[in-house]
């Protein structure tokens, strides 16, 4: 039997982690209400209460009629170009992090662990910093005020962390099957297709929603490098704050806040365990 103490101390950590849970839930809640309430309803009483009239018509207005920045159009637009932009950069900067990571950690060459320290600095640097850099290479390019400038922003930024990942994971491999591979005369790019690709799902997704969900929601580049109908949703909601700061409409704040969170949050709900899984692969081996 567990003493009392025992019993106490688990009591206390469920309490603990239950609190936790509730106050980091606690906002979205209150968003998720708010979007379907009207403007009217949250003046006269709060911003948080229960909906007395569902206003399910928020979402539609917010999706494909509401007026940022003098096109009325919603946030529709803006989404596609989330999209536009999240996923090639996520596929992109996965691929080419796990060559980077497999050609760090098997291909053992002179130097080697000075460009992996170059590559993974880029980790701990401020994205402030980069600012400036990526203005005169996007200006050069003539890619400011694009997509693609984006993506490309997106694609090298996430080099850093997805060769990080891959290259930790890819140390276990074993040496043995590498030697094997060369002795059969398998090349770079054939061993990386046929034996180290085959044995990296753990961490390329892994990759793939830290990358997913990093970039969707990144809001400083796409505040700062695009304007008008090139902006990602991040940056069009505050446009949208802005349409609205005369007269407040919370309801249609919300709804809009509700909806661009929604695709990282289904990659989370539906790749969260393999996400788990793919940590807990790389940590062990």
């Known amino acids: 039997m567990r003493s009392p103490a025992a019993t106490l101390g688990r009591w206390a950590i469920h309490i603990a982690i239950w609190g936790l849970g509730i106050a980091y839930l606690v906002p979205l809640v209150v968003v998720v209400l708010n979007s379907l309430r009207s403007a009217e309803e949250i003046t006269q009483t709060s911003m948080i209460g229960w909906p007395h009239i569902w206003e399910f018509s928020n979402y539609i207005?917010?999706?494909?009629?509401?007026?940022?920045?003098?096109?009325?159009?919603g946030i529709r637009p803006y989404m596609l170009n989330s999209a536009a932009v999240t996923i090639p950069a996520t596929l992109i900067s996965t691929l080419l992090g796990a060559v980077a990571g497999y050609a760090i950690s098997l291909w053992r060459f002179k130097g080697d662990r000075w460009i992996f320290g170059l590559v993974t600095a880029g980790v701990f640097l401020p994205e402030q910093m980069r600012l400036i850099p990526w203005t005169i290479v996007l200006r050069d390019l003539g890619m400011t005020n694009t997509i693609a400038g984006l993506v490309m922003i997106h694609t090298i930024q996430g080099l850093s962390f997805t060769t990080l990942f891959c290259r930790n994971y890819y140390m276990a491999i074993p040496a043995d099957l590498m030697?094997?591979?060369?002795i059969d005369g398998a090349g770079f790019f054939r061993i990386f297709w046929r034996i180290v690709l085959p044995l990296s799902p753990p961490i390329l997704i892994v990759t793939v929603i830290w990358q997913f969900t990093h970039i969707w929601n990144e809001f400083l580049y796409g505040v700062t490098f695009t304007t008008g109908q090139q902006q990602p949703v991040t940056a069009a909601?505050?446009?949208?704050?802005?349409?609205?700061?005369?007269?407040?409409?919370?309801g249609l704040q919300s709804a809009a806040v509700v909806?661009?969170?929604?695709?990282?949050?289904?990659?989370?709900?539906?790749?969260?365990?393999?996400?788990v899984r793919g940590l807990t692969a790389g940590a062990v081996k």
Do not use: E, M, N
């Not at 207005?61 to 159009?73: D, E, G, L």
């Not at 030697?179 to 060369?182: L, S, T, V, W, Y």
């Not at 505050?238 to 919370?250: G, K, Y």
């Not at 909806?259 to 996400?275: D, Q």
């Open 61 to 73: 207005q917010v999706w494909s009629t509401y007026c940022i920045a003098q096109t009325c159009s």
């Open 179 to 182: 030697k094997a591979a060369h």
């Open 237 to 250: 909601l505050i446009a949208l704050s802005a349409a609205v700061a005369d007269v407040p409409q919370h």
């Open 259 to 275: 909806v661009a969170a929604l695709p990282p949050l289904l990659v989370y709900l539906f790749g969260g365990r393999y996400f």
